[in-house]
Nanobody
């Protein structure tokens, strides 16, 4: 399969916005897609997920109300719209996809679930 490729990262001032993209066109059987981030010296954390069969979305408390995960109508691209960015959002952001049941996908924020397919990451830096 074609590797997942993220784009859209960059540097922005606090309060600004960025939109991350992840090409997922070769992953038609993957129904659980999400975004993770890892800041220096910290563990990787899952922040936003979508169960594509229903469109149900799930967010970590740290990003709820500020970030939005979505997929384009052609289901070729996964997005993460990030608004009201804070310096603590600074991290490497990764997209990941796999095929899970709804129950498993909806539980991704509560327990470690291993995704098989990952992107290489895109850096987001938010300055105060």
């Amino acid at each position: 399969q074609v590797p997942l490729v993220e784009s859209g990262g960059g540097s922005v001032q606090a309060g600004g916005s960025l939109r991350l993209s992840c090409g997922v066109s070769g992953y038609t059987y993957s129904n659980c897609m999400g975004w993770f981030r890892q800041a220096p010296g910290k563990e990787r954390e899952g922040i936003a997920f979508i169960y594509t069969l229903s469109g149900s979305t799930y967010y970590a408390d740290s990003v709820k109300g500020r970030f939005t995960i979505s997929q384009d109508n052609g289901k070729n691209t996964l997005y993460l719209q990030m608004n009201s960015l804070k310096p603590e959002d600074t991290a490497m952001y990764y997209c990941a996809v796999d095929r899970f049941s709804w129950a498993t996908c909806s539980d991704t924020l509560n327990r470690e679930i291993k995704f098989r397919y990952w992107g290489q990451g895109t850096q987001v830096t938010v300055s105060s």
